[in-house]
Every structure is written in structure tokens, then in C-alpha cells.
Nanobody
């Protein structure tokens, strides 16, 4: 079982909502900073949202602020990304990542050591 498994992606229409799940296995994700990233071919991986391990602080990329929401369910060892008012430019492979020491107000993909395999989200116009 991979340490992180994403699910919930798919094809949706512009304006619709999707909830992605990031299920951790083999470790307690409550002790980790979890971030969601997205990537489209030919572009750098972009940090979308992050949730801290201690105080539950959350941060969002400007492009998704007000539309996306990250949350934890420690009982299920899972982190969610609720994506509302989706736009075609949100189309990407979304991946979650875990790390213990990262700060959610200053992070990038190179800081994370544990990754899921990613899930495709496609938003049609």
C-alpha cells in the first residue's frame, strides 16, 4: 500500500465541485504537514493548499483562494481538498504530499518527501 493515495478526481463541468481525498497508510498523518499540488504537462508543479500539523493552519494559492478548502479527518487518517466553482484552468493532476517540518506559509514541492500517485481533475468549459 502506497503511503498516500489520492482519490476523487474526474471530469466535471465548469462551476461544479469535486472533493479530493488523500488517504495516508502506514503513518499517522496528524503528525505531518500535508499539501496539495497540481501539475499540467510542461509546467512546474504548483502548490495549491497546505494544512499544518499542529494548529491546523491552512494556506491557499491565490488562484484558488475562496474556492478551495483543505481539511483533515484524523480519525480517518485522511486529508481532503474541497474544490468549488471549478474553472477549466484548474485542470491538472492533483497530488498530495506529506512532510514533518515544512511551514505552510513558505513551501514548495521540493520540500516534501512523501507523495501520492496523483489523480486527474479535468474541468470542461
Amino acid at each position: 500500500q502506497p503511503p498516500l493515495v489520492e482519490s476523487g478526481g474526474g471530469l466535471v463541468q465548469s462551476g461544479e465541485s469535486v472533493r479530493l481525498s488523500c488517504a495516508a497508510s502506514g503513518f499517522n498523518s496528524a503528525y505531518y504537514v500535508i499539501a496539495w499540488f497540481r501539475q499540467v504537462p510542461g509546467k512546474e508543479r504548483e502548490g495549491v493548499s497546505c494544512i499544518s500539523r499542529d494548529d491546523g493552519m491552512t494556506t491557499y494559492a491565490d488562484s484558488v483562494k475562496g474556492r478551495f478548502s483543505i481539511s483533515r479527518d484524523n480519525a480517518k487518517n485522511t486529508v481532503y481538498l474541497q474544490m468549488n466553482s471549478l474553472k477549466p484552468e484548474d485542470t491538472a493532476v492533483y497530488s498530495c504530499a506529506a512532510e514533518t517540518w515544512v511551514l505552510c506559509d513558505d513551501y514548495d514541492h521540493t520540500m516534501f518527501g512523501t507523495w501520492g500517485q496523483g489523480t486527474q481533475v479535468t474541468v470542461s468549459s
